[in-house]
T-cell receptor, first 114, second 108 residues
Framework: EPEVTQTPSHQVTQMGQEVILRCVPI?????FYWYRQILGQKVEFLVS????????KSEIFDDQFSVERPDGSNFTLKIRSTKLEDSAMYFC????????????FGQGTRLTVV | AQRVTQPEKLLSVFKGAPVELKCNYS??????LFWYVQYSRQRLQLLLR??SRESIKGFTADLNKGETSFHLKKPFAQEEDSAMYYC??????????FGKGTRLHILP
């Protein structure tokens, strides 16, 4: 069964450093998402991506964040200058037909900023 | 504003007893409602959506527009139901909003 895969599973970085979180969505899916979950809190929407551009973003997704689909298979989330409060589990998801269809989630990348 | 409220952080239920996980939402239009589940060490996955009106693993959920609720129910809990359950809403824009989640713990 096809799956969304995320790498790495755990990333530790120093405050102020740039990180890139990688995701390979399911191949015939058209909508891609990033969510995050700070420990003990709810899953929060960051950004959705469709037709090679951001279609929706939350207030969390400020100028420090960017997304890219560089090669037609990977979907990356870049955090330019990490802060301690960026420490969270980051989930990538994809869906075939938009948010009203089933979203398939990756296993997540745990980002720890020290 | 779109909002999903799950009032219970933790729900402990004896095996064989009925389960009800509460979910209320706030949305001005006609939303799509979902329940997602995350079993231990597994990824978040869709359990059911209101539009399909089906029962998955014995769970059902009815959308009550008058009460703006989408409670998840199962008549007889099983140990394998222990997991984190998230109610979620999609309002037609390109995002799904999740509630805070309820941890369901089935007692033997």
């Amino acid at each position: 069964e096809p799956e969304v895969t995320q790498t790495p599973s755990h990333q530790v970085t120093q405050m102020g450093q740039e990180v890139i979180l990688r995701c390979v969505p399911i191949s015939n899916h058209l909508y891609f998402y990033w969510y995050r979950q700070i420990l003990g809190q709810k899953v929060e929407f960051l950004v959705s991506f469709y037709n090679n551009e951001i279609s929706e973003k939350s207030e969390i997704f400020d100028d420090q964040f960017s997304v890219e689909r560089p090669d037609g298979s990977n979907f990356t989330l870049k955090i330019r200058s990490t802060k301690l409060e960026d420490s969270a589990m980051y989930f990538c998801a994809s869906s075939q037909g938009g948010p009203n269809t089933e979203a398939f989630f990756g296993q997540g990348t745990r980002l720890t900023v020290v | 504003a779109q909002r999903v409220t799950q009032p219970e952080k933790l729900l402990s239920v004896f095996k064989g007893a009925p389960v009800e996980l509460k979910c209320n939402y706030s949305y001005s239009g006609s939303p799509e409602l979902f329940w997602y589940v995350q079993y231990s060490r597994q990824r978040l996955q869709l359990l059911l959506r209101h539009i399909s009106r089906e029962s998955i693993k014995g769970f059902t959920a009815d959308l009550n527009k008058g009460e703006t609720s989408f409670h998840l129910k199962k008549p007889f809990a099983q140990e394998e139901d222990s997991a984190m359950y998230y109610c979620a809403l999609s309002g037609g824009d390109d995002k799904i909003i999740f509630g805070k989640g309820t941890r369901l713990h089935i007692l033997p």
